[in-house]
């Protein structure tokens, strides 16, 4: 199993940023894909999933009305733009696989390794 993220880096508050994950080698025929987030100190936190069908979408309070979760339509690649972007994002970005779009880490069952998000002020 493979969960690669990619589009992290360095962006200025104010900011968009678009962040990928493709998934392969998975032993189901369906599957979620979620987002996660982690600052130091920070335990790991939610920011948003979207199901196999990407009819269900959920977002972490703080992402409502910012960003937007999709799914290509081979559906192991998911994106997530995040709009106006502070410095309060900052975190590494980790994508996660499970087989229903939850919002508790324990409910995935692959991560990818992640992708560091600075957002400067």
């Known amino acids: 199993v493979q969960v690669v993220e990619s589009g992290g880096g360095l962006v200025q508050a104010g900011d968009s940023l678009i962040l990928s994950c493709e998934a392969s080698?998975?032993?189901?025929?369906?599957?979620?894909m979620g987002w996660f987030r982690q600052s130091p100190g920070k335990e790991r936190e939610f920011v948003a999933a979207v199901s196999w069908s990407g009819n269900s979408k959920e977002y972490a309070d703080s992402m409502k009305g910012r960003s937007t979760i999709s799914r290509d339509k081979n559906k192991d690649i998911t994106s997530l733009q995040i709009n106006n972007v502070t410095p309060e994002d900052t975190a590494v970005y980790f994508c996660a696989i499970g087989r229903q779009s939850k919002t508790r880490a324990s409910h995935y069952n692959y991560w990818g390794r992640g992708t560091q998000v600075t957002v400067s002020s």
């Open positions: 080698g998975l032993p189901w025929s369906t599957f979620a």
